[in-house]
Nanobody, 124 residues
Framework: QVQLVESGGGLVQVGGSLRLSCTTS????????MAWFRQAPGKEREFVAR????????YYTDSVKGRFTISRDYAKNTAYLQMNNLKPEDTAVYYC?????????????????WGQGTQVTVSS
């Protein structure tokens, strides 16, 4: 069983930046993809970004392209989400997820492990 622990959320003003971290409880052998999702009140959980753990290839939803960057530190078993130029519509609980399948994409159902979530609030 893999546990994911997120940190780095908080309150920030429009245009500000935050960096989220997601650390796995053990070595990531068997983990192929890590991703970030978010869920705003009253809305479904939506895909934000994903990274292939081995190749570091990345993919983003259109609304965050050019503002968010997903990365990983292989030695620290940690994935990051750098969020710049934050907007009020980015306000949500952000969840880290990990998949044992190299084919996992943008659907929450494709991921095997989840973190507890961290709140990001962007104030105007």
């Amino acid at each position: 069983q893999v546990q994911l622990v997120e940190s780095g959320g908080g309150l920030v003003q429009v245009g500000g930046s935050l960096r989220l971290s997601c650390t796995t409880s053990r070595r990531t052998s068997g983990i192929y993809v890590m991703a970030w999702f978010r869920q705003a009140p009253g809305k479904e959980r939506e895909f934000v970004a994903r990274i292939n753990w081995n190749s570091a290839s990345t993919y983003y939803t259109d609304s965050v392209k050019g503002r968010f960057t997903i990365s990983r530190d292989y030695a620290k078993n940690t994935a990051y989400l750098q969020m710049n130029n934050l907007k009020p519509e980015d306000t949500a609980v952000y969840y880290c997820a990990a998949s044992k399948s190299r084919y996992s994409g943008n659907s929450p159902g494709q991921y095997d492990y989840w973190g507890q979530g961290t709140q990001v609030t962007v104030s105007s």
